[in-house]
């Protein structure tokens, strides 16, 4: 999931949807290669959003080697894929495979991009034209999750060298960062969210360069572990996404079936009250482990993503966006044995083999 810490993320997920499911006021703070040339972005980088993808993860020693992955990821009618840094073997399997991918830097190459726009550079030259027009590059993220911490104060300027280096290759690929929900400093009900005092100077940085040039912001949403700190103040179906039996929340004259939804209009009213209110939201991971912990069942992880599955085939926006279609990437692919212990190893739609943990119906 390239989060920081583990813990530090749940924490965030509690600040983010604390009761939400029961409606009360939270309590303290809470938020809940090489072709030159103009090459185009794949279709719909900046103004189509919709679809699913997939989290490719390579935290693994005994996974199946990136041709074996791509093709299976075709063959369950998934059509986008984000990776978290560029792997040249992933990359080369990509092209030609018409999958759409959203290219991620390392968080601990933020700095270099951000003060050096020759690493920017570098990065565009490597990475994306050395593989261009074969792979379909939908999005160049910079940063995963590190939105507030040591990294934020270089996301911004990384963002613009990226971008300057791309168009300096004629290459047209949207670029964005990556946020957690704890970007949020407050977001019960949604309506009131905004961004936290220890993010928004960057975040309202970054919401103006998205607005500018019509960028999606990605952004991670897990219900799952919000649910698992308070199951007994929040519903199962609502963290489920189960809307047509979940008891919802009403915020105002929006009622929310579905706590997916609820954080997803928290960060769009975040971004709408620091001048982004034509910004989109790309869901950039949501998953539920299946192991771990008591309710990181089986069962549960097969509701969670089947109803992820089945509202972003919906074509529907949220509440707030209804005319906005869902794009959201599941985490993960596969079980990883070499990340943490726990639910971590657990969020993958496959065993390292290629079976499926559980089953999945796309559409």
Known sequence: MARLVLIFFIVACLKTVNVIAQGNAPTATPVGAATQGNIAAAPAG???????????????????????????????????????????AVLQALKDSNLELALGTRNEDLQSLATDPSAATKFVQENVVAYSPGVKFRYITLGNEVIPGQYANFVFDAMQNMQNALKAANVNVPVSTVVATSVLGSSYPPSNATFGQD???????????????????????????????????????????????????????VHYNTMFDAMIDAVYVAME????????????????????VNLATMDNAKAYVNNVIQRVSSGKGTPLRPSIPIEAYIFAMFNENQKPAGTEQNFGLFYPDMKPVYPVSIA
Not at 50 to 70: A, H, R
Not at 274 to 286: F, H, Q, R, Y
């Open 46 to 88: 900046t103004s189509s959003l919709g679809g699913l993808g997939v989290n490719y993860g390579l935290l693994g020693d005994n996974l199946p080697t990136p041709d074996k992955v791509i093709d299976l990821i075709k063959s369950n009618k998934i059509n986008k894929v984000r990776i978290f840094e560029p792997k040249q």
């Open 199 to 253: 993010a928004s100077a960057v975040m309202e940085k970054i919401v103006s360069f998205l607005q500018q040039n019509q960028y999606p912001l990605l952004a991670n949403v897990y219900t799952c572990f919000p649910y698992f700190a308070e199951p007994t103040n929040i519903n199962a179906d609502y963290a489920l996404g189960n809307a047509n039996v979940a008891k919802g929340v009403t915020d105002g004259s």
């Open 273 to 292: 009250k620091v001048g982004g209110k034509d910004v989109k939201l790309v869901v950039s991971e949501t998953g539920w482990p299946s192991a771990g």
